[in-house]
Every structure is written in C-alpha cells, then in structure tokens.
C-alpha cells in the first residue's frame, strides 16, 4: 500500500524555520518524485518544491523560492523540506505528493497524497 506521511508541522513564529518530512512506503523510491504543496485557508493548493529520485533533480516554485530546500535521504525513504524565515502568510497545511519520475507542474499528475501538516506562523 503507498502511503506518504507528512509531519513536522506546528507552530512558529514569524522568522522561525521549520523542517517537514515525508515519509514514503509501498514503491520503489528512486523510480518517482516527491513534491511538497501547501494550501492556505481559502486559497488554492499551490506547490512549494519537488524532487526527483528518478531524475536526480530538485525543482522550486515561487511560492518560496529562496526559502526552502528539498532533500531525500534513501535509506529511511524520507523526503525533507526545510523552510525558513516563516512569514504569517507562510500559514497553511503542507502536503507531500508523488508522481511517477518527473516533477510535473500540474497536480494531476501527482497519484498519491498524503493528509499534510499543518504549519502555522504567528508574529
């Protein structure tokens, strides 16, 4: 069974730096990508940064670009974002997602979900 297990979420405040994990189960790790969205109350999911085993790329969106770094660690099959410099509109529930090989810049082509974290940042 895929599961992806987000966690590491919680409660920051403005300037603080998090680092969220995702925990992958049930495939192959190298054969796909990890990709990390968020979606703030009211707003459209939006993607943060992805990473591809398959590939051996990492990808950014604007949505914190210069903010967050990616990275995977292959033995524990975890995929890590690390973000910093947390801003209040940084709040949202953050998500983990894979695709098959590519990081792709629509979400339906993401498979699996995971139930997210929540980050929240207050000043």
């Known amino acids: 069974e895929v599961q992806l297990q987000a966690s590491g979420g919680g409660s920051v405040q403005v300037g603080g730096s998090l680092r969220l994990s995702c925990l992958a189960s049930?495939?192959?790790?190298?054969?796909?990508?990890i990709g990390w969205f968020r979606q703030a109350p009211g707003k459209v999911r939006e993607g943060v940064a992805c990473?591809?085993?398959?590939?051996?790329?990492?990808h950014y969106y604007d949505s914190m670009k210069g903010r967050s770094t990616i990275s995977s660690d292959n033995a524990s099959n975890t995929v890590y974002l690390q973000i910093n410099n947390l801003k209040p509109e940084d709040t949202a529930r953050y998500y983990c997602?894979?695709?098959?090989?590519?990081?792709?810049?629509?979400?339906?082509?993401?498979?699996?979900w995971g139930e997210g974290t929540l980050v929240t940042v207050s000043s």
């Open positions: 997602a894979r695709e098959q090989k590519w990081c792709s810049r629509s979400q339906s082509m993401y498979d699996y």
């Open positions: 990473i591809s085993k398959y590939e051996g790329t990492t």
């Open positions: 049930g495939f192959t790790f190298d054969d796909y990508a």
